[in-house]
């Protein structure tokens, strides 16, 4: 009998995004365990880039993963990101 995978890959992205998530939460209501909350999540979003998106929305995610440091600056690169997250996204519901 063939060896079958404890879990699927869309269990492992949403268990993933759920960590980040729930991380995220943690850090803007908790002061004192700030650097171990950040470190925590720096390992839960380099899971997330590591794992295949389950859709166009997972793209999206992992971008904006990616880029999150570089999406409010005042510099062209940073509003072209932002486009390209937009036009994602406008992808994604029409």
Do not use: F, Y
């Not at 209501?29 to 650097?35: H, I, K, L, V, Y």
């Not at 839960?44 to 794992?51: I, S």
Request: with cysteine; aromatic share 4%; glycine share 6%.
């Amino acid at each position: 009998m063939a060896d079958t995978p404890t879990s699927s890959a869309p269990t492992v992205w949403a268990s993933t995004t759920a960590d980040i998530d729930a991380l995220h939460q943690q850090l803007g209501s908790e002061t004192a365990n700030r650097r171990v909350l950040e470190d925590q999540l720096a390992v839960c979003e380099e899971d997330l880039l590591g794992l295949q998106a389950p859709d166009v929305s997972g793209v999206i995610r992992k971008l904006e993963v990616l880029w999150e440091q570089q999406l409010h600056g005042m510099d062209q690169a940073s509003g072209w990101k932002l486009q390209i997250l937009d036009d994602l996204r406008r992808h994604t519901t029409a």
